[in-house]
């Protein structure tokens, strides 16, 4: 028993540190600092919020207090450089945690926790297809861009206004790009852009879902049930 409290009482220091390193001295999550944005699934976390730099973000939560401050990010394997945040392409809704300290003119050190909460969105390209290929009563369609190939089959939709006969089918959970939209083995192919304005090249979340329609001719091709994904987006 007491070799079991000499081997805790050794290694209480390393387990206390380790939690430091989460938590700033003083601060808890109640006193952080709130930052939030959004991105398109495949963007990388930016250093900016608001067009301020993290590392301004930081400074401006010790209000007019004179000192030097110096902040980093906590990853999951420790304490890593804000520059290393860029390189973050989070999937989902990720919170990130800063650490920043001022050392005062006159001495000593103020700690402040950031929270960086990241919502992600993902894209969406409906198809509809029309004509005689509506006989065959299934499509399959192929797509491809930003290093993935999804299939799915286009099954019967009826347009709900017209009552007229279409096919239709969904590709979900995409990154912003541009994507090619083919039926396979028919001639037509489509292009789509998720997430990237005309008017700039300023990557919008909002802009999350697309529709492309085909006109097609009767010639069948394999169905495949449902949908299946090759390679992976970057």
Not at 166 to 192: M, N, S
Request: net charge negative; aromatic share 8%; glycine share 12%.
């Amino acid at each position: 028993m007491y070799a079991r409290i000499k081997r805790l009482v050794r290694f209480m220091p390393l387990a206390v540190c380790a939690a430091l390193l989460y938590i700033s001295p003083g601060s808890s999550a109640a006193d952080a600092v709130w930052l939030s944005e959004t991105l398109f699934l495949g963007e990388a976390v930016p250093l900016r919020v608001n067009g301020i730099h993290l590392r301004d973000q930081a400074a401006k939560a010790f209000g007019d207090e004179p000192g030097e401050a110096e902040c980093w990010w906590m990853s999951p394997q420790g304490q890593k450089e804000l520059e290393e945040l860029a390189l973050e392409r989070p999937r989902k809704e990720t919170d990130y945690h800063i650490s920043a300290v001022l050392h005062k003119k006159n001495g000593g050190d103020t700690w402040r926790d950031l929270l960086y909460h990241i919502d992600v969105e993902s894209g969406s390209i409906r198809v509809l297809a029309e004509g005689p290929c509506v006989q065959t009563g299934s499509v399959l369609l192929e797509l491809e861009g930003r290093g993935l190939r999804l299939y799915a089959e286009a099954r019967p939709d009826p347009d709900p206004q017209s009552g007229m006969a279409r096919l239709a089918a969904e590709f979900t959970g995409l990154p912003f790009g541009t994507y090619a939209i083919t039926a396979v083995g028919q001639d037509e192919q489509e292009t789509c852009s998720l997430g990237m304005s005309e008017e700039s090249d300023i990557i919008d979340p909002g802009l999350n879902s697309g529709m492309v329609r085909f006109t097609l001719g009767g010639s069948a091709n394999a169905a495949l049930g449902g949908s299946f994904r090759l390679g992976a987006g970057k």
